[in-house]
């Protein structure tokens, strides 16, 4: 079984773009097994100490489909114990005062279930308002814009994955 499980939702292929390139930097599926949370059962959680999430902030600061149907799942399952990372999709030019929401939104709850944060994310580099993923300065996970930034993408994607084997311990 894979270590981390990487557990995304995702509505114009962005999210699972980006969730197979995190799983390839890892160094494939028998590190990072990934995860459709549209097809996730809760006990698929507990299948892993080391858990990423990835979710694009749709519309106006909103969830995912996929995720905001999951989101009420979430106060079911006991992330005690677990190392947290996220990453999300956002448009920081045409929604700056709700960028990366989704990710915040979705770290806060499982915080509230036990979950441990990792891999915190500099907020250099991105002009943005306001965002719910803001926790003492820094986002909670590595932010990502296709629409504005896709040229770094995949160096932000090394940069992050390289952190986070050291967050994870592996």
């Known amino acids: 079984m894979a270590k981390i499980g990487l557990f995304y939702g995702t509505q114009t292929s962005n999210t699972q773009t980006a969730a197979e390139t995190i799983q390839k930097e890892f160094g494939g599926d028998s590190v ?7 097809k996730a059962e809760l006990n698929d959680f507990n299948n892993y100490s080391y858990i990423i999430i990835g979710c ?3 519309n106006v600061g909103e969830l995912q489909s996929d995720w905001e149907d999951f989101y009420n799942e979430l106060d079911n399952i006991d992330f005690t114990g ?3 990372a996220y990453f999300g999709e956002g448009d920081q030019v045409g929604y700056p005062d709700t960028f990366q929401d ?10 509230e279930q036990g979950g441990e944060t990792v891999g915190y994310w500099s907020t250099e580099g991105y002009e943005f308002t306001d965002s719910k993923a803001l926790r003492d300065g820094k986002f909670v996970g590595l932010a990502l814009d296709e629409d ?3 040229d770094l993408t995949d160096e932000r994607i090394e940069t992050w994955v390289n952190q986070l084997k050291q967050e994870f311990g592996i």
């Open 56 to 58: 694009p902030t749709w």
């Open 82 to 84: 677990k190392k947290v």
């Open 148 to 150: 504005n930034q896709s």
């Open 102 to 111: 989704a990710m915040g939104m979705l770290e806060e709850k499982i915080t």
């Open 32 to 38: 990072v097994e990934l995860n459709d949370v549209s």
